[in-house]
Every structure is written in C-alpha cells, then in structure tokens.
C-alpha cells in the first residue's frame, strides 16, 4: 500500500485521462459516461489511479462541463472504439470528434495496444491483473465505485461479464495506452478555478505551484491494489 496524497506527486509525473462513452443519451437504461484519471511515474512505470467518476442521465456538453472540473482535464483523453460511431445522423461527426469540438483534448484514434495493435477485453483485463500484480498499477484507496466495479469483475463459460464496468473499460484505455500520457506544466491556467477531490473549489494561485489541494482534504492514504 502507499501512503501518498497526489499534491506529493514529483513534478517529473505525467499525466493522462480516458472515458468510456455514454450510450443511450438520458433514458433510464443509458450507460454512464465514465473518466478516469492517472499519473504515471515515468521512471518506475507504475500508473496511479487518483480520480474515477461516472456522469448517467447527462448530454455531451455537461460532461465536457464536469471533466473540465479537474485539475488535469487537459491530458491526453483516451476514448475506446465506439468513439468512431457517428454521433448524429447526417453530420457524418464522431463521437471523439464531437467532444474535441466541444473542448476536449481527445487523442486523434482510438486506444490500442503498441505492440500488437488491438485492443481486446481479455487482454486489457490481462495486462491490468499484471499489473496488480507487480505493483505497476495502484489506485486510490477513496476510489469506491473503482473497486466496486473491478471486484464485480467474473467470469461465464470462460469469458468476461461486461456488466456495469464503465470505469474498468477507461481503466484499461489508460493501461493500453500509457504511452500517450505527457506532462503539464505547472503555470498553465495559473488564475482558473478547480475542483479538489473533497470538492471544494480553489485557484492555482491560492495553492502554489501544485496542481491538487493540500494532502489533508479527503483521503489519500494506503494507495494500492
């Protein structure tokens, strides 16, 4: 376990998002638009998992309204493949594409794996047990609908359950594509207000040069698998 708050995270941290997309708009039976946020250390590879939140019954333009609520919202944004459905008929747009439009700083393909290209279940599931395992994959101890979703993981005749794992499917987008995680500078957007993991509000001048409120709002202790 760690027992480390984000606003501890070396400066030499990079910094990545990705979602799972929202389908079935705001009905009842519409799956969440889900985000996940990570910073990886660059030098030892290990990936923290410090923010996970899911958006239901929501439109495109308040999702992109609450992601730029984070302090990181704009690293790199992974998206699945769904992403390159079109969004609305007529327009020929994607769905990536709509939420570029709309401010994100989405990559310009979807998540895949580097060496092999693809960017299957089983696999993202594999390489995220892996991890796990090795101590490469660490995620905050606060993170509840996190653990709820991955323990809710089984598997049916040899294959994996996909139900209600919106925040394990933009887990693994970061997992395949680490690689696209950069670093932010500490200046940007220096006057712009955001929201703490505690959910109080604050600017970047009111904190220095950290990108997260002070270690003691909420709980960050015992990070870990």
């Known amino acids: 376990t760690y027992d480390q708050s984000p606003a501890s995270f070396a400066s030499s941290f990079l910094y990545v ?3 799972d997309f929202s389908h079935g708009g705001q009905s009842s039976q519409a799956h969440p638009m889900a985000v996940v946020s990570a910073a990886v250390d660059p030098n030892t590879g290990v990936i923290y998992v410090f923010d996970a939140f899911t958006m239901k019954g929501m439109l495109p ?6 992601i730029k609520q984070s302090q990181v919202w704009d ?3 992974l998206w699945p493949h769904d ?3 079109v969004a609305t008929a007529g327009t020929g747009e994607t769905i990536s594409r709509m939420y570029r439009r709309l401010g994100l700083p989405m990559r310009p393909e979807h998540t895949t794996f580097k060496d092999t290209g693809n960017y299957s279940l089983e696999a993202g599931v594999a390489e995220m047990q892996s ?4 101590g490469t994959l660490l995620v905050a101890r606060h993170q509840h609908e996190w653990f709820v979703e ?7 005749d040899g294959k994996i ?3 209600d794992d919106d925040l394990m499917s933009a887990t693994r987008q970061i997992i395949m594509g680490v690689r696209h995680a950069k670093a932010l500078d500490p200046d940007r957007n220096a006057n712009g207000p955001v929201r703490g993991w505690d959910g109080s509000w604050s600017r970047k001048s009111d904190r220095g040069k950290s990108y997260f409120p002070d ?3 909420g709980d960050y202790s015992n990070f870990g698998s």
């Open 83 to 85: 992403g390159s459905q």
């Open 161 to 163: 359950v996909k139900i």
């Open 17 to 19: 998002n990705a979602c």
């Open 75 to 77: 690293a790199p944004m």
């Open 61 to 66: 333009e308040q999702h992109v309204k609450r």
């Open 150 to 156: 991955y323990m809710n993981y089984h598997y049916e």
């Open 131 to 134: 991890r796990f395992a090795n």
């Open 215 to 217: 270690s003691s709002a």
